[in-house]
């Protein structure tokens, strides 16, 4: 039992200031540690493997300012691993950095004073990226989030656990945070980030938590409190997102249609209000790959209205809505670690006796404030087909439509207390058939919202004239494309396979191998 009264305290302050200072000198010494590898000559990459298999520290680095591959001399005897580090990188202007269990090789930046004039200009920035992965396993980490810690700037990891985020200077002496459910959050200074081809390993925490803890929650009563919480965990005021939009249809695996674009959103506070979400389309480009010969195309339904509504705390989901109670199923069946903090995870399936198609999935919930992070679910694959062609359009009359899957995902970002949308992912597979065809056609759609930048000072809605005509079909609403539209404006960096695809249509996505 901690000691009570002034002492008490004086005692837990000493104590947490001892296990600080244990903690830094442990982080700290391990470059001052001496460390012999074996052999006489060594190749820089198995270099750095050794040092990580011998003091149990990764490495992160960016393999455009270190060559894994040049070969240096080995001393006879131990040396120090600082001194090691010069020896692999062979630069002198390359620092060393320890933080955790990592150790960030990396030369320190500098912003450039070379801003973009124009109407759409922002502040002079650095480009960085690099790989999210599985320290175990080495695996991607797809929709990880990355974001600058006391900003409201940040991005997702696409399928591949590829990201591209803009630096500005101001974010400089901030850090950088990457979360992801079910591991420990990573926290690199910005100013620390070894470049834009990084990898960044994410660790798995595991919360031994005893079932009968488990057993004794009630999953509704979590879910009512969560949503007696809205307002005060998603806020009251007015915020104004700017963020990435890019949708695409796939038939054989192969884009018919693949749209993107530049969007800013009004969101309404979460408080009762009568007041409507907005969006802004800043810049927008598609690509088509339709021939004449094709009398089966498809496109996807109102793509913009879908990313509004997925904002389940705004627009409340079906299966938090007290109302639906009766009509699923509800288990804690995980507590589980999400952006440094604990999280149950409810899962829900419709009710056994119900026979239309409702939603099954897991949604997780802060233990502490009862803040949703993150809602993953899809139409009950056991009725998928009863939703018709409700999804799409432009489906020819002789054709029909078999819905294989449904699946959404929708993640919210804690930014200085405030939680706000960060993604949105709608994912559906169907099959066209003719009805005097012998072959059919399978389609894949997919729609995805990354919100990049948040502010909520100064926020005004916008004029009806700027409105996005968000219950149209986004794709017959942008003509054109153009390579460099993007400019200095954060997006999703495109997965390989529709960067190959692309470049079979003698595209060239210039600003994504920057």
């Keep these: 039992m901690w000691p009570t009264g002034s002492k008490g305290n004086h005692m837990i302050l000493v104590a947490g200031l001892l296990l600080v200072s244990l903690h830094s000198f442990s982080q700290e010494s391990i470059l001052d540690r001496y460390i012999q590898l074996p052999g006489k000559s060594i190749k820089a990459s198995r270099a750095l493997n050794e040092l990580s298999r011998i003091t149990g520290f990764l490495f992160t680095y960016d393999t455009q300012i270190i060559n894994t591959d040049r070969t240096f001399s080995l001393p006879s005897d131990q040396m120090q691993v600082r001194v090691l580090l010069d020896s692999i990188t062979g630069d002198p202007a390359?620092?060393?950095?320890?933080?955790?269990?990592?150790?960030?090789?990396?030369?320190?930046m500098a912003v450039t004073a070379d801003a973009v004039a124009g109407r759409d200009s922002v502040p002079a920035f650095l480009s960085i990226g690099g790989t999210i992965t599985d320290m175990e396993t080495s695996e991607p980490l797809p929709y990880a989030t990355i974001g600058i810690s006391h900003r409201g700037r940040g991005t997702v990891t696409n399928i591949n656990g590829e990201f591209v985020l803009r630096i500005s200077e101001e974010c400089m002496d901030d850090t950088l945070t990457v979360s992801y459910v079910g591991y420990v959050n990573r926290l690199i200074p910005v100013r620390s980030l070894p470049g834009n081809v990084m990898t960044i390993n994410m660790q798995r925490d595991f919360i031994p938590i005893p079932e009968i803890i488990i057993?004794?929650?009630?999953?509704?009563?979590?879910?009512?409190?969560?949503?007696?919480?809205?307002?005060?965990?998603?806020?009251?005021?007015?915020?104004?997102?700017?963020?990435?939009?890019r949708e695409g249809v796939y038939r054989r695996?192969?884009?018919?249609?693949?749209?993107?674009?530049?969007?800013?959103?009004?969101?309404?506070?979460?408080?009762?209000?009568?007041?409507?979400?907005?969006?802004?389309?800043?810049?927008?480009?598609k690509i088509e790959s339709l021939e004449i010969k094709d009398t089966l195309a498809v496109r996807l339904k109102a793509g913009l209205s879908a990313t509004l509504s997925l904002d389940g705390m705004r627009h409340l989901f079906d299966f938090i809505d007290p109302q639906s109670f009766d009509s699923y199923d509800y288990h804690l069946t995980d507590i589980v670690t999400v952006d440094g903090q604990t999280a149950y995870v409810i899962s829900f399936r419709q009710k056994d006796w119900i026979t239309e198609p409702l939603l099954q999935g897991d949604i997780y919930i802060n233990v502490d404030n009862y803040s949703v992070i993150l809602a993953d679910f899809e139409v009950n694959p056991g009725y998928v087909d009863q939703t018709g062609e409700s999804f799409v359009s432009r489906l020819p009359r002789e054709y029909s439509m078999k819905p294989e899957y449904i699946r959404y995902r929708t993640r919210y970002r804690n930014v200085d207390g405030r939680y706000y949308l960060v993604h949105v992912r709608g994912d559906l597979g169907f099959i066209a058939k003719g009805r005097k065809k012998v072959f059919s056609s399978r389609f894949n759609v997919f729609f995805e919202l990354a919100i990049t930048d948040y502010r909520t000072e100064n926020v005004s809605r916008f004029d009806h004239e700027e409105l996005a005509p968000v219950y149209s079909i986004f794709s017959l609403t942008i003509n054109g494309y153009d390579a460099g539209y993007w400019k200095d404006f954060d997006f999703l960096k495109p997965e390989d396979d529709l960067v190959e695809a692309l470049e079979k249509?003698?595209?060239r996505l210039g600003e994504f191998n920057d």
Excluded: M
């Design 505 to 507: 249509l003698k595209v």
């Design 253 to 285: 695996k192969e884009p018919q249609v693949y749209s993107e674009a530049v969007v800013q959103i009004y969101k309404s506070p979460y408080a009762r209000s009568l007041q409507n979400d907005q969006i802004k389309i800043l810049r927008s480009r």
């Design 94 to 108: 390359i620092r060393y950095s320890v933080i955790g269990r990592h150790i960030i090789l990396y030369r320190e």
């Design 215 to 245: 057993r004794a929650q009630d999953p509704q009563l979590i879910i009512r409190k969560t949503i007696s919480s809205i307002a005060s965990n998603y806020g009251t005021s007015p915020a104004l997102l700017t963020g990435f939009y």
